[in-house]
C-alpha cells in the first residue's frame, strides 16, 4: 500500500466570497447606508484586530470580475469560531446588501516531508525548523497585499495518478516543483490550507504580493513542472486587492482602494503590516503535496520545504513573501533605525534628543534580518553566498552578509531588505542554515538593539580595543544580557553591534551614560560614515 504523509493541523481557514446587490444599494435611503457602513467596518475591525496573534487573522479585500465583489478572509483555531464569524456577520446591516457567491472551508497543515524528526521525535527539531512550521500552522495576513484564491487536488487519472506513486516519488517532484518556487522569494507569500473532506478540492491555495503580475508569473511557470502539468487539477481563480475597513464606504462609493489616507487604511496590524510583519515563518514553500508552487526548500507532499521563499526555509509555500517577516516576532528592524511600532518610534526619539543619530541612510525604509548560527563561518559563508546569489535577483534587496563575533563563538547573519515582507521571506530561507541557533532579540526580555559601523581602515584595531573597554562597562550595568562587536567576513570594516537588554530603560540608561557619550565623540573621528541602528525587537 502506498504510504500516505502524517500531518498535522493548525488553524481553520474559511473564504467567504460576497457579491453586492447593487440596485439594493443604489435604492436605499442614506441613513441605511451608513448603518451599513459603520456596523461593516465595527464587524470588521473587530475580527483583523483580534486581541492577541493565537486566536486568528482576518483580512477584507475587493475582488474583481463578476465571480464577487468582497472576499472575507478568516483563520481561526476552530471550526465553532469560524461559524460564529459567519453568523455575526450575519446580523450586520452592511449583510443585507450582500449575497455569498461561494465560499471554502480548509485547514493549515504541515506534513512529514517538512521533516520526520517533527512526527518522530520533536524535541530533536531545530528552532528554525519549529518555528517555520508554527509559521504554517498559524499563518497571518500581509496588509495592503493583491491575493489570488484558487482550489486545488492532485490528479487520479487512469495515465497519472499522484496517489499511486511511492512517498519517494512524490518528495521527489515535489523538491523539483520548489525549485521553480524558490526564484519568487520576496515577491510571493502563500497559504496553504488542506480541505480533504472539508471542500470540493484538496487545498486551497493563496497567494499574496505586492505586484499581481508576479502572481500570475508564478502560476504560469509552474504549470510546465511535471508536479503541476500531470497532477494538478485546479478550480476557479479569484484576484483582489486587500484593503482596511476605513476604507469600506470609499469601496463602495466606486473609489480605488486601499484610499492610502493615512489611519487606519494605512495598515491593518499596525505601519509594518502583520501582527509583528509578516507573520509566519513559511512563506515561500511548495504546495507539497497540494500546493503546486514549490516550497521553501523542502519536499512536500503538503507544500513543504520547496517553495519560493519565505518563513523558514522548510516552507510548505512555493511562493515567497512578501515573511519574508523578518524574522517571525519582530523579525524587521530598519537598518536606518526606523523600526515600525510605536515603542520603537519611542525609542528613536529618545536616542535623538541624546543626539544619538537614526536617520535614513538609504533615504528610505528598509528591514533587517538576523539569525545566530554555531557553524564554521567559512561554510556558513558559502551556504549565505548562495542565498545571497537568488536575492540578488530582486529590487528589493538591499545586502546580506556575514558578520564573525569577537567576543561570542557565533556569526551573525544580517539580511536587509526595503520592504517587511521581503526580509520575511529571506527569514525563512536563513533560518535552514546550518547551526543556526537563534535569531537577534529571541534571547532576552527587551531584545536587540543592532548597530552597523563603517570604520575608518585605520583605525579598526583601536576601535575593538575600544568596544572592548564598553563591554568591561556593559558587563557591570543592570538588564545586560549581552554585546558582541562582529565583522563582515567580506569586509573588516564593516561591524555589526548586537547589543541584548531584558528592557528598554536598562538600554536606555547605557546611551544615556557619559561613557557612551565619551565613545560616540571618540567615534566621530574614526568612522567613515555616521552609525546606522537598527531596532531588532
Not at 254 to 263: A, L, M
Not at 451 to 473: A, H, L, N, S
Amino acid at each position: 500500500m502506498v504510504e500516505a504523509p502524517q500531518t498535522e493541523e493548525g488553524w481553520f481557514a474559511l473564504h467567504d466570497f460576497r457579491s453586492i446587490d447593487w440596485d439594493a444599494w443604489r435604492d436605499a435611503p442614506e441613513r441605511e447606508r451608513r448603518r451599513a457602513i459603520e456596523e461593516g467596518r465595527s464587524f470588521l475591525n473587530r475580527h483583523e484586530q483580534v486581541a492577541d496573534a493565537a486566536e486568528g487573522d482576518s483580512g477584507l479585500f475587493s475582488v474583481l470580475g463578476h465571480k464577487a465583489d468582497l472576499l472575507f478572509v478568516h483563520f481561526r483555531p476552530s471550526l465553532d469560531d469560524l461559524s460564529a464569524i459567519e453568523r455575526r456577520f450575519e446580523d450586520t446591516a452592511l449583510a443585507r446588501f450582500t449575497e455569498r457567491t461561494t465560499s471554502y472551508v480548509s485547514v493549515t497543515e504541515v506534513s512529514g516531508y517538512v521533516s520526520d524528526e517533527y512526527f518522530e521525535d520533536p524535541e530533536s527539531v531545530d528552532e528554525g525548523l519549529r518555528r517555520y512550521i508554527e509559521g504554517k500552522l498559524t499563518p497571518e495576513i500581509p496588509d495592503d497585499e493583491y491575493v489570488c484564491f484558487y482550489p486545488m487536488s492532485k490528479r487520479r487519472g487512469e495515465e497519472y495518478n499522484w496517489y499511486d506513486l511511492s512517498f519517494s516519488d512524490r518528495a521527489d517532484l515535489m523538491a523539483d516543483h520548489g525549485d521553480v518556487g524558490r526564484e519568487y522569494a520576496g515577491k510571493i507569500k502563500q497559504v496553504i490550507a488542506s480541505s480533504v473532506g472539508f471542500d470540493s478540492h484538496e487545498w486551497g491555495v493563496t497567494l499574496f504580493g505586492s505586484d499581481p503580475t508576479d502572481i500570475k508569473d508564478i502560476v504560469y511557470e509552474m504549470r510546465f513542472d511535471p508536479a503541476s502539468s500531470r497532477y494538478g487539477e485546479f478550480g476557479e481563480f479569484y484576484v483582489g486587492r486587500r484593503f482596511p475597513p476605513a476604507d469600506l464606504g470609499a469601496f463602495l462609493a466606486g473609489e480605488t482602494v486601499p484610499t492610502g489616507e493615512g489611519g487606519e487604511a494605512q495598515g491593518h496590524h499596525g505601519e509594518g503590516g502583520g501582527h509583528g510583519e509578516g507573520g509566519h515563518h513559511g512563506e515561500g514553500g511548495g504546495h507539497g503535496e497540494g500546493g503546486h508552487h514549490g516550497g521553501d526548500g523542502g519536499r512536500g507532499e503538503g507544500h513543504d520545504r520547496s517553495g519560493a521563499g519565505g518563513g523558514s526555509a522548510h516552507g510548505d509555500h512555493p511562493h515567497g513573501e512578501e515573511g519574508a517577516g523578518g524574522e517571525g516576532d519582530h523579525p524587521h528592524g530598519d537598518e536606518d533605525g526606523e523600526h515600525h511600532g510605536d515603542a520603537d518610534e519611542d525609542i528613536r526619539g529618545e536616542l535623538a534628543d541624546l543626539d544619538i543619530y537614526a536617520g535614513k541612510p538609504h533615504g528610505e525604509d528598509v528591514y533587517a534580518t538576523v539569525l545566530y548560527s554555531e557553524a564554521d563561518v567559512d561554510g556558513l559563508f558559502d551556504e549565505v553566498e548562495g542565498l545571497r546569489g537568488n536575492f540578488d535577483h530582486y529590487g528589493t534587496h538591499v545586502k546580506t552578509a556575514v558578520y564573525e563575533g569577537r567576543a561570542t563563538d557565533r556569526a551573525a547573519v544580517v539580511s536587509i531588505w526595503d520592504t517587511a515582507s521581503a526580509a520575511e521571506t529571506a527569514a525563512g530561507f536563513l533560518s535552514e542554515l546550518p547551526g543556526i541557533v537563534a535569531r537577534a532579540g529571541e534571547e532576552s526580555g527587551f531584545g536587540t538593539m543592532g548597530m552597523f559601523y563603517t570604520v575608518k581602515p585605520d583605525y579598526r584595531e583601536e576601535f575593538g580595543d575600544t568596544f572592548d573597554d564598553v563591554g568591561e562597562i556593559l558587563s557591570g550595568m543592570d538588564g545586560h544580557v549581552e554585546t558582541d562587536l562582529m565583522t563582515n567576513v567580506e569586509d573588516e570594516n564593516d561591524m555589526f553591534i548586537a547589543s541584548q537588554w531584558e528592557a528598554k530603560d536598562d538600554a536606555m540608561a547605557f546611551f544615556g551614560s557619559d561613557e557612551f557619550r565619551e565613545t560616540v565623540e571618540w567615534g566621530r573621528e574614526v568612522l567613515a560614515d555616521r552609525p546606522r541602528h537598527v531596532f531588532l525587537a
